[in-house]
Structure formats: C-alpha cells, structure tokens
C-alpha cells in the first residue's frame, strides 16, 4: 500500500511495511535514508496533517503554526513535506507571485536550453566548494541542484558569499520538483521581514560571532568548558563553523526536523538549534560513562563539535526540545545582538575604507589595486588609463568600492528583460557603450533602474526619474565629463533640465529636453545621442546614430 494512502498518523507505526519512495523527488536515492521515528512502540503518533498547518497559516497565525510545527515529528519519508514546504516558504515572498514557467524561461535565458547539461556547469563564485553538500540526492538530483543555484546567481547578482545556500538547496530538493524548489529558494533570499540565508562573507562573520555571543550567556557553561580545553583564539575559531554542525554534522532525519521550524521561524531556529548542540555536547562529554575524554577531544577540537553531530545521541525530537526550552532567551535579544554585531564589524570596515577614501582622494581619486584587476578582468572596452580618468568623475563615497560587472553584452545576450533582471535593483549603475565605430560613452545613472515601475500619486507611471548625481561622459576619442545642469546651484531652469533617466520594456534614455542625450532600443543594438538639455551636451558620438559592439553595466559592491 502506498504511503499517500496512509492517513499521516499512522505512518510511522507501519514504517517497515510503506513504500519510501513514495514521500521522496525521483532524483534522490533513498538507499541510505534512514526512517527515524520518536514514538514508541505500538503507539500511534497523534500527528497534525498538512491541512491543518495550512490553515493556521492561512489565518495568520504564525504562533500557533509554529508550536505544531516544533511538536510534530512527523517521519523523514511523510509525504506531508511536498506540501508543507512550499507553502511554509512561500508566506516569505515579496511581490508578485512568479508566474508559471518563469522558471524555465531564466533556465533557457541562462543555458540556452531546458536540457540538462551532461558535463557539471561552474557554479556561482559565492558558493563554498568545502560545503557542497548534496545528502542523497542522485547525479541527476545534484546536477539539478546546480542548476538552481546557478539561475538564483543569475536573477540575484548581490549574492556574493552564501555557503549555506547550496546545502539548502539540496535540502528542499528532497522533497520537491526543480521549479518548486526554485521558487521556495527566491522567497528565501530575499524575504520579507526575516534572515533565513545570508549572502555576504560581512554577514556570514556576523551570524557566527553572534552565536558565540548568544553562547556565551545561554550556553555558558559550554563555552567555558570549550575555552579550557582551548585557551586563546582557539576557541572562537571553533563558532566560525556553527552552522556546519547542524548542516554538515546532524543525522539527515534530524536535519529535516530543524528543517520544518527553519522555513518557518529563519536563521533562529539554527542559533538556537546550535546552543542545544552545544549544551547536549557538554553534557555527553563530562557524563560518567563518557567515551569522550578531555585529551581526544583538545587534540581534535575542530572536529569534535561535527563529530558529536554525526552520531548525536538523542532524537530529532529531544534535539528540538532542548533547543527550544532555552529560558528567557527572546528573539528580540538576538535581532539585538545580531544588529550589534553587524554595527562594530560595519564601523571597522569603514573605518579602514575611510583611511583608504582619504588615501584615494589625496592620490588623485585613483580606484584600489583590487578594483584595477577586477576591471581589467571584467571589461571589454576599459583601459586603465581610461578607468583612471572614469574614477576622477566619480562621486568620491563611491570610489571607496570594489566594481562588479552586472551585466555585458559578450555574456549575457542583447535583451532589455535581461538587463532589467541582472541591473534594476543596483544604485547607483554604470553605463559604458563601445560602438561598433570604436566610440566610447556611458552614463553614471545615480538611481535603480527599477524606479521606472514606480506610480505617482494618480497611479501614473513617472516617465523620468533619477537625481542630479547622474552624468555623462565620452572616453574616446573625446575625453569628457557632462554633469548635471543644475549642479551649480542654479536650480530656476524648467522641468527639461531634470531629465535624468526613463525606461520602459522597449528602450532606455539617459537626458532630455530637446533631444536625449543617450537612447537605446530593446534588442540593445541600435542607439542615437543628441545634445540634451539636462545635460547641455554634445551629441557623444559623431554621426549621431549608433550600432552598439558592447554594452557594460557595473555596480558597485556594498554601496
């Protein structure tokens, strides 16, 4: 009898008997999966079904959902999880809900093709190759995964430094179609008011040093039992991998437990899931009958904390009880400490780009080393000698950071709607043209180019938009910056001159009033500049129309 026969209560009692491959995706193999279950024998778990989740959800409330979620451990192999998943995930989700297919369509903008490929593909740089964790999935289930995380690259280009975001992945694809998974993984990235997936190597530091400052009051004793065994900065190197314990460490059944909160509640639940690795780990450790004494542990004490994991020696179920009786410890105390954190490693960080941005400024606003090897790197049409010159016009804040090449012709096709995806949540952008006559232009466009969705108060689409930071300029053969108009103060000259920027799904244009300084059409190939009132420039290339070699677009990371 198949398990989606089986009313979910029952479940775990006829384990031996129900089919498995029922509850799991076709592309993982199930050999390995080892089917825990919390109740004892020939008693039959009261579990709640996915309906009733759903409608606590529905009705708003998350408190409740929550306490259901913690409570029931419903077994790895319930077919529950391919409904309750996406559905936990998708409550996260900003904007409009994706429309069927989108998915498919960013496989074939990225692949040019829905096939999957028979080679592995290279994956974003901010995965960690260290932690490429598939669990069970199959070669098919992890060239699927790959897959995934790739197009997230792709439609989310901020992501720099995500480790945990691939083992989530893999995660989520247990139980799930490669659409469906894609989808839960958008709402996670970017949620609506809470941290699931961090996605800077500044915010991976934070969660570790926060979960080390958590642990040091409501795990005390822990720490210090650690910190004797390690004395100095042994033991913090020990926090620096909190979140592979859990990912890399914990039994899969007990994985999917903290799973089912995690997509609930965020980040939370893997702190507090920690503190209870930490505090059953001390417990185990200094019992009587322990076979873990205090040398083997000093000797190997980078390895100790996973090791306890992989063969932790309570259920999935006391793992989240201990997790979740941690008294007195309040989200809003580690939404605090984590703001904390994140405040003094900011503050250092500017600190030390200050004394870099007094530094530039005194050397003639010369971009950093790094920036001049990421440039040369990425761009196509830049010489140093004419970065040099680009980085003299740049506001001087924004010579503090490193530039990321968001979007290039060469790489990512000639579409609009591509260049809307990998640009329009960026500010401040810049725009450099090389013609097919060798001319190059651009613009620094002070604004993201998504306001160009944006309504006024008549719901009306604002045709133009942007600040008077934006400005033109000419590389070759021409050497020159246009600023703005009104930059020196004489602000009486009419609505022409402020012109900024306008978009829509057919063209862009850059300066207005009497002629538009820079126009591009949809396929980004054929273009026309003018003298502009705005800017009070001259058309930036001689015959006026162009034919587009490349366009480049870089952002600027952390700005």
Not at 174 to 191: D, G, I, K, Q, R
Not at 271 to 295: E, G, Q
Not at 376 to 393: A, D, G, K
Not at 460 to 482: I, N, V
Request: with cysteine; aromatic share 10%.
């Amino acid at each position: 009898m198949p398990v989606n026969a089986i009313g979910t209560e029952q479940l775990s009692g006829i384990e031996e008997e129900s089919d498995i491959y029922e509850a799991f995706a076709p592309h993982v193999d199930t050999a390995n999966i080892s089917v825990l279950t919390d109740t004892p024998p020939g008693k039959k778990p009261n579990l709640k079904t996915f309906q009733d989740v759903q409608s606590l959800i529905q009705q708003g409330k998350k408190r409740e959902a929550k306490l259901v979620l913690r409570e029931n451990s419903w077994p790895t192999n319930s077919p529950i999880r391919s409904q309750l998943w996406p559905a936990l995930c998708s409550q996260h989700h900003v904007g409009k809900t994706m429309l069927d297919g989108f998915y498919w369509d960013m496989v074939n903008q990225v692949f040019g093709t829905t096939e999957l490929p028979e080679k592995p593909i290279m994956l974003p740089p901010f995965v960690d190759s260290t932690h490429y964790l598939p669990y069970h999935l199959t070669r098919k289930g992890r060239a699927v995964a790959d897959r995934v995380v790739s197009v997230l690259g792709y439609a989310c280009p901020d992501i720099t430094y995500s480790p945990t975001l691939y083992p989530i992945t893999a995660i989520l694809l247990h139980f799930m179609s490669e659409e469906e998974c894609y989808h839960c993984m958008a709402s996670l990235v970017a949620p609506k008011d809470k941290v699931f997936i961090t996605q800077t190597k500044l915010l991976y530091e934070v969660t570790w040093k926060t979960v080390m400052q958590i642990a040091k009051k409501y795990a005390k004793s822990a720490v210090l039992y650690l910190t004797r065994l390690c004395p100095g900065q042994k033991s913090e190197r020990i926090f620096m991998d909190w979140c592979w314990w859990i990912m890399g460490g914990l039994p899969f059944p007990h994985l999917v437990r903290v799973m089912d909160c995690f997509f609930h509640e965020g980040i939370k639940v893997l702190y507090r899931v920690s503190l209870a690795i930490l505090i059953l780990f001390h417990k185990h450790a200094t019992a009587t009958n322990s076979d873990w004494d205090p040398d083997t542990i000093k000797n190997d004490i980078d390895n100790a904390l996973p090791r306890f994991c992989k063969n932790i020696p309570v259920s999935p179920t006391k793992l989240l009880r201990t997790a979740f009786s941690i008294r007195a410890l309040s989200s809003t105390y580690i939404s605090r400490t984590f703001l904390k954190t994140e405040m003094v490693l900011k503050s250092k960080s500017v600190l030390s780009g200050s004394k870099q941005m007094v530094r530039s400024r005194s050397s003639d606003n010369l971009p950093t080393s790094q920036s001049q090897v990421n440039v040369q790197m990425m761009s196509h049409t830049l010489t140093i000698r004419e970065l040099f010159t680009l980085w003299s016009w740049l506001p001087v804040r924004i010579t503090m950071y490193q530039p990321v090449l968001l979007y290039t012709t060469e790489e990512h096709g000639c579409s609009l709607t591509t260049f809307y995806v990998r640009v329009e949540q960026h500010e401040p952008t810049l725009l450099m043209i090389k013609t097919c006559n060798n001319e190059v232009f651009g613009a620094y466009c002070s604004t993201r180019w998504y306001e160009r969705n944006l309504k006024d108060e008549r719901g009306q689409r604002q045709a133009y938009f942007g600040t008077g930071e934006t400005f033109l300029f000419s590389l070759y053969p021409e050497r020159a910056k246009y600023p703005w108009v009104g930059i020196e103060g004489d602000k009486g000259l009419g609505h022409a001159s402020e012109l900024f920027m306008a978009a829509d799904s057919k063209m862009i244009t850059i300066g207005g009033g009497e002629g538009q300084a820079i126009w591009m059409d949809e396929n980004i190939r054929f273009g026309k500049t003018d003298r502009c009132q705005t800017f009070n420039n001259p058309p930036l290339c001689v015959s006026g129309d162009f034919e587009i070699r490349v366009l480049e677009v870089y952002g600027f990371v952390g700005a």
